[in-house]
């Protein structure tokens, strides 16, 4: 029931193709840089499972 070494490289290479999308795509609507379009995707992930979340954890 393990995975495959092919399966864990296409599984992998699809996570980090959408994360680099993601990144492209916030870059160009902003006119930001890639690190700074990174950097801001993490912090709004992060608040927004904050805000679900609530304050205390």
């Given amino acids: ?3 495959t070494a092919d399966e864990i490289r296409s599984r992998l290479k ?3 193709d ?3 999308n993601r990144v492209y795509r916030l870059s ?3 006119n930001l ?3 700074t379009a990174a ?3 993490g912090i ?3 608040a927004a499972e904050k805000s ?3 304050l205390f954890p």
Avoid: I, N, Q, Y
């Fill in 18 to 20: 959408d994360a680099f």
């Fill in 33 to 35: 840089d890639m690190r």
């Fill in 1 to 3: 029931m393990f995975w």
């Fill in 44 to 46: 709004s992930k992060v």
């Fill in 14 to 16: 699809h996570l980090m």
């Fill in 28 to 30: 160009t609507e902003r």
């Fill in 52 to 54: 679900v979340r609530g």
């Fill in 39 to 41: 950097l801001w995707l």
